[in-house]
């Protein structure tokens, strides 16, 4: 795991890690806790994180984690085996984030990290370097985007690469393609599960054959209708080339995702992280065509 990598787990979770209670003075236990369910969340959850494990493996062995309630009442002595532990790692975790937020690219508009799948080859690594070329390097550098990419960096752990694209209109058009890419491979892997499906009710080969050509009909439309509605919000010309190249970008950033890279924003601005997909909840995205329609209007 990576800077980059424990930076996100810990925005994500910080705020569930409180230990709230109130002392009532003159009572047998004392000291009365609230919100231990979403305490107990946030701690499963950086789990993983490193510098901090000795801590977390104490609490886990505590009453806190031998109970679901939300909130309880413990003496002194209870208290003692947790609050200790807690504020340690809430002291880790603030430092964890400034160590990340004094980096160069940390929140940088025009930088996107790109997680790169597993690789084992120098072959590999071509492919995949010849890909991202294609996917965000060429559309980026169009004259109506003004972008230009730099590799500023890579982070150790998962190969993550630091990339500058050059403006914040690039950062918005890789966002668009990685949303159509996901929505693209969810499209993918539906029709994938009806065709097994089919398979199992003993269909003629000629009606399963129908149904996979009807298939790659609809996602050779669905990649058309994706590609020009981003050529219309990000470009000034609605060029055929254009179309195509973003035909390219999106396909081949599907592909890369299903191999598990990940391409995410710098900026932890609400309105640009809401451009990117969340790759671990791919089955609820939907089509951003409807909102790009609108907003042209």
């Not at 532990?85 to 790109?114: C, F, H, P, W």
């Not at 058009?173 to 199992?200: D, N, P, Y």
């Not at 900026?267 to 065509?289: H, M, R, V």
Request: proline share 3%.
């Amino acid at each position: 795991m990576n800077l980059i990598e424990i930076a996100n787990l810990i925005r994500n979770n910080i705020q569930n890690i409180k230990y709230e209670y109130k002392y009532l003075s003159g009572e047998q236990n004392p000291y009365y806790l609230q919100g231990l369910g979403r305490l107990r969340l946030g701690l499963r959850n950086i789990k993983n994180i490193p510098y901090i494990q000795d801590e977390l493996d104490k609490i886990e062995s505590t009453w806190l984690f031998k109970s679901d309630a939300d909130e309880t009442r413990v003496d002194y002595s209870k208290n003692s085996e947790v609050e200790p532990y807690i504020k340690k790692i809430q002291t880790g975790l603030e430092y964890l984030l400034r160590v990340y937020n004094s980096s160069n690219y940390a929140n940088s508009e025009d930088v996107i990290y790109i997680r790169l799948p597993e690789l084992h080859s120098f072959e590999e690594l071509a492919r995949t370097a010849n890909d991202l070329r294609k996917s965000i390097e060429i559309p980026v550098q169009l004259d109506d985007i003004g972008g230009d990419v730099e590799i500023v960096s890579a982070e150790t752990g998962s190969i993550w690469l630091i990339v500058s694209v050059g403006s914040i209109a690039a950062i918005n058009l890789v966002g668009s393609l990685c949303w159509a890419a996901m929505v693209l491979r969810k499209k993918h892997l539906e029709a994938k599960i009806f065709e097994q499906h089919l398979k199992t009710l003993e269909l003629k080969n000629s009606a399963i054959e129908d149904f996979i050509m009807a298939q790659k009909s609809q996602l050779s439309n669905i990649l058309a209708n994706e590609a020009e509605a981003i050529s219309n919000k990000h470009y000034n010309r609605n060029e055929p080339e254009n179309i195509e190249r973003l035909k390219l970008s999106i396909n081949t950033i599907a592909d890369l995702i299903e191999k598990g890279t990940q391409i995410l924003p710098a900026s932890k601005d609400s309105d640009t992280q809401k451009l990117f997909p969340d790759y671990n909840k791919g089955s609820l995205i939907e089509s951003s065509i409807k909102q790009i329609m609108g907003s042209s209007i």
